[in-house]
């Protein structure tokens, strides 16, 4: 298997998307007949985890925003936004569909724990077509629905 190395960057079409659930959820605030202090205490509640969740996800600017992915014969590695990289398992619930790669991912590393002991983290990642290179992207999805390329070896 040729090794697969991309950068994630930001995403426009996740940004879009956001910021279009939460327009469509202010106007069912509105329409909804609610008093007017739970609308609006509703609408702004929403906003904040709007903005935190597109800092993660769609603008990758928390620390523990994804923002490589490395895979080779030896498995995923991946890189945070922090500099930190992690040794990563793919989870069940991944999806590969064309324009949407959802990543279920265990990572272990560690450099966490003092004791030397593995620590592990769970994280689920969204990629959109303009997530990464699209090479890139399309070799991932071909390897996570038909597996990894194996090469015949003829020396045994």
Known sequence: MQPLDFQLRPSLILQRLGILSWLILVVICITAGLPWWQSLTFIFLSLWRLFIWLRRYALLQTANSLRQVHISINGWRVKLANGSFYDAQ????????PGLIILRLQLTSKDLDK???NTQH???WVLLADSANSEALRRLRVWGRWGPA???NDSY
């Open 90 to 97: 793919l989870l069940s619930g991944c999806r590969f569909l």
């Open 115 to 117: 004791d030397n002991n």
């Open 122 to 124: 769970k994280l689920w």
């Open 150 to 152: 194996v090469i015949p």
